[in-house]
């Protein structure tokens, strides 16, 4: 029941925020808006996505890959490559090509954390979130070093990268990634019974047949892929991950992939719709959509680990 | 490190200290009593050196309370909330009392500071776990969370960019006449060094402390009062520099073992000698400018950090 | 010395200490016996004044215990607890001087370091004196803590568990020094013990609790006997009188078989 809610809400918030306040201006304010949509549901896709899976590979539910730094990995490298190549880069890699080139680092830092998953198994998993957590600040730090070494201009695109945002994204884009999400969303969906299986645990997963290995690898290339879209798309989300997951556990109510991700995609678009609403009619734009989703997610992560209470 | 080998260290670090910097000066310059050489000694580079060694000393001290009050090692105030808590307190005191001078912030920046480490302590203790690392987790999410609140009360009040300039870490604002709060850090560190036994036995927890007669909850308490007098003269005067009051203590516990009594002065000198590290390199890497300590400290404790992790959680 | 008078404690519905009233002997070794789950460990934390009862009184020496400073009871009464999560990084000599907190609040005069050394000799710590905790086995740890329980020389020590997860020899170290204690020093000591013969052999009086309650008590031939173990335990005992003490014997099947 709770579910039909769920799907129903879903166009009446997408309804809202495309037509609400927008003095049915077909010509210019909707189509900004529907452009902006369509960023909202990539990357809403993409979060509810990785997200859970990574959860289901790791083997709990506190972990998320923007906590263990693939966010960060990749402001860092959106700030180095400004240096290097000037606000020029833009033009000269085209957003194709920062794209093209993100997924790549996406695609190593995943390689590099699998091979880590694959020898400690499921290990201590606070472990890894503290090192997933205070390498994002090291990221960070490292980041705000090299804004300072760039000029005023190049520091204000740097600046507006870490937030998370809807406004950036030019319809091009959103295109593009949303047919390279499309194809993601397919590879998953179809694999849905493999994700159960892997949610056994590596020991069982083999027992039964699957080949561990190479499913977590390409699992793990996915969820590059998917962060780097969203992460270019909409900029770093930090703990919503987190959130998106376990609102879609407890809602789903089965263990079962194929039911949990769409309600997980489900919940991760309401959720930035919901902010976004909030943010232009309750608030006026007297607070930001970046701001609103840390807040809620960050105490929901934390009264998640104060109530886990160590046992996860 | 025998007993000679470090303070000369920190006194060899203190004089680069004061030679390096901005404008150029030089030996010489001084000898001749030339105005403009003492002028930059004394309005900026010896209250700089003051406020570093004051700043390294006070929040390597306050990681050492924090670790012996919630029993683990990796608590300091960037992990525990009080750091951003202090932040969160000199935004509201902007806005509620725009008047008040550095001593009115201060105020607000320690009670805010105190309230949060009170109820992250309280929080911790009422879950029992010996997990060494999920404390300092809650306490970075903890600290988030009042990051988040704290951006949605700068967001509102129109002073966000600001707050992220002025609240990092920064030694270049210290000038003369305008840091000496960071003084109150004296007492502070005096008073820690009598305590120290108290400290330790509060380190055994609370059954042991009781048994040996320490009233547990007041020493406690006066531990949280000192960290948070500590990181709110910090964050006026310098701003947010994380990791210090964590790394350091670990360090020094490795080599010499958590007798305090033994160890606090060590632990000082170690801290301050780390900040003072720190600043140099911020301010050779990129002369004439500089590196904040807030990106220094946070880049070279950061990794210091993510190496004690990854060592001590075998 | 402590005498305890209606001492009542529950968490929520559960009733944990149900009106107990007894008297501990002085200069003796009081071991408390009994299931788990009986109170006994509630009961010792009530005297080291780390659990507050909800009704009742406690004296020591006639004198109400919650009306005594934190620091003077300190003098007077030492409690060592199982210690599960201690990472403190102290050498043993270090953990040793921590006993002395109580006197010297930390400046160790010289007679403090007397104590303490005659504290490590007591145990035969010597040749560990400078060696950190986290280096020693268990067994070395629960000695090294003993030996700060003993240099606050207290005229009480009350020791909850000290022989858990301890191997043989050491256990036996440990219950020796206890013995001497009490005959060499003349000191009241009281412990919660599992095991039933260190309890028999070690002690001079003997609590045995159940439900809260206080079930028997009294010397060793009172308490160790076939049907009073029986009725506390639910096991079938044989004792064994030998030339060294005696020995309780509920390992065997034929004892189990004797129940049903």
């Known amino acids: ?312 | 490190m025998s007993r000679v080998l470090l303070p000369t260290l920190l006194l060899l670090l203190c004089g680069v200290s004061l030679m390096v910097g901005a404008s150029q000066m030089s030996w010489s310059a001084l000898w001749s009593a030339s105005d403009d050489a003492w002028l930059t000694l004394t309005a900026s580079r010896l209250p700089r050196l003051a406020a570093l060694v004051l700043t390294g000393v006070g929040l390597s001290i306050c990681g050492v309370i924090l670790q012996q009050i919630v029993r683990n090692r990796f608590v300091e105030p960037a992990t525990c909330g009080g750091l951003d808590a202090a932040k969160l307190g000199i935004l509201v005191a902007l806005t509620v009392l725009p008047g008040a001078g550095a001593s009115g912030r201060m105020l607000f920046a320690l009670v805010f500071c105190l309230l949060a480490s009170l109820v992250y302590v309280a929080i911790i203790r009422r879950i029992r776990f010996t997990n060494l690392v999920l404390v300092p987790v809650i306490g970075l999410m903890y600290g988030s969370l009042l990051s988040a609140i704290a951006e949605f009360y700068a967001y509102r009040h129109n002073i966000l960019q600001s707050m992220q300039g002025w609240l990092l870490g920064d030694f270049s604002r210290v000038i003369e006449g305008n840091y000496e709060i960071i003084y109150l850090i004296l007492p502070i560190v005096v008073l820690t060094y009598l305590y120290a036994q108290r400290f330790t036995v509060l380190g055994m927890g609370e059954g042991m402390a009781t048994s040996l007669g320490l009233n547990y909850a007041a020493t406690a308490i006066l531990g949280l009062v000192l960290v948070a007098v500590t990181v709110s003269a910090t964050v006026i005067t310098v701003g947010a520099t994380p990791f210090v009051g964590l790394v350091v203590p670990n360090l020094v516990a490795l080599r010499y073992g958590e007798n305090l009594k033994r160890t606090l002065p060590i632990v000082a000198m170690c801290g301050a000698a780390l900040l003072l590290a720190c600043d140099i390199l911020g301010r050779l890497l990129i002369h004439p400018y500089e590196v904040p300590i807030g990106l220094t400290a946070g880049s070279v404790g950061g990794v210091l950090f993510l190496l004690l992790i990854l060592w001590k959680c075998k | 010395m402590i005498t305890l008078e209606h001492l009542y404690k529950a968490y929520g519905e559960k009733t944990v200490l149900d009106n107990v009233s007894l008297a501990f002997p002085a200069g003796q070794v009081t071991s408390l016996i009994g299931p788990n789950g009986a109170g006994k460990s509630t009961l010792l934390m009530c005297i080291a004044r780390l659990l507050p009862a909800n009704r009742g009184r406690i004296l020591l020496d006639g004198q109400d215990i919650g009306r005594i400073a934190i620091a003077d009871y300190a003098r007077r009464v030492a409690t060592l607890r199982q210690v599960l999560d201690f990472n403190l990084r102290l050498t043993v000599e270090e953990l040793v001087a921590f006993g002395r907190f109580p006197y010297s609040r930390g400046l160790l005069t010289a007679d403090d370091q007397q104590v303490i050394d005659e504290s490590l000799d007591f145990l035969g710590l010597q040749p560990l004196r400078g060696a950190y905790l986290d280096e020693l086995s268990g067994g070395q740890r629960q000695m090294a803590f003993l030996a700060m329980t003993i240099a606050q020389r207290t005229d009480l020590l009350l020791l909850d568990e000290p022989l858990n997860n301890l191997d043989m020899k050491h256990a036996v170290q440990i219950m020796q020094a206890i013995r001497r204690l009490c005959d060499e020093q003349g000191r009241t000591v009281i412990l919660v013990v599992h095991d039933i013969n260190f309890a028999a052999n070690y002690s001079d009086h003997i609590v045995a609790m159940k439900g809260g309650a206080v079930h028997s008590h009294g010397p060793i031939a009172e308490v160790v006997t076939q049907a009073n173990l029986r009725a506390l335990f639910g096991l079938a005992f044989e004792i064994l009188p030998s030339a060294h003490g005696f020995v309780c014997n509920y390992f065997n099947p034929s004892l189990s078989r004797e129940l049903v």
């Open chain 1, 1 to 312: 029941m709770m579910r039909r809610v769920a799907w129903l809400l879903l166009p009446a918030l997408a309804l809202a925020f495309l037509l609400l306040g927008s003095g049915m201006d077909f010509s210019y304010v909707i189509p900004k808006r529907l452009v902006r949509l369509g960023a909202i549901v990539v990357a809403g896709v993409c979060i509810a996505l990785s997200s859970v899976i990574f959860q289901t590979l790791a083997g709990n539910r506190v972990l998320t890959p923007a906590i263990m730094g693939y966010e960060g990995i990749y402001l860092l490298f959106q700030a180095l490559l400004v240096l290097w190549l000037g606000t020029a880069s833009v033009a000269l890699l085209g957003a194709q090509g920062n794209a093209l080139l993100s997924i790549a680092l996406m695609l190593g830092y995943s390689w590099l954390l699998q091979r880590w998953l694959l020898r400690e198994g499921r290990g201590d998993v606070y472990r890894l979130l503290l090192l997933g957590l205070v390498l994002t600040m090291v990221l960070g730090t490292f980041t705000q070093f090299i804004q300072l070494k760039t000029s005023p201009g190049e520091f204000s695109i740097l600046q507006s990268l870490g937030y998370t945002s809807f406004n950036r994204a030019q319809p091009a884009q959103v295109l593009y990634s949303g047919l390279l999400v499309a194809a993601v969303a397919l590879l998953v969906a179809r694999g849905t019974r493999v994700l159960d299986v892997l949610a056994l645990g590596r020991d069982q997963a083999i027992a039964l047949g699957l080949d561990h290995g190479r499913c977590l690898r390409l699992q793990m290339a996915l969820i590059a892929v998917l962060v780097a879209v969203s992460t270019s798309l909409v900029g770093p989300t930090a703990f919503m991950g987190v959130f998106v997951a376990n609102i879609a556990y407890a809602l789903a109510r089965s263990a079962q992939h194929q039911v949990i991700l769409p309600l997980a995609c489900a919940v991760a678009i309401g959720m930035f719709l919901l902010a976004q609403l909030l943010v232009e009619h309750l608030f006026n734009y007297r607070t930001s959509v970046s701001i609103l989703v840390n807040l809620v997610c960050g105490a929901y992560f934390l009264a998640l680990m104060v109530r886990t209470r160590g046992t996860p």
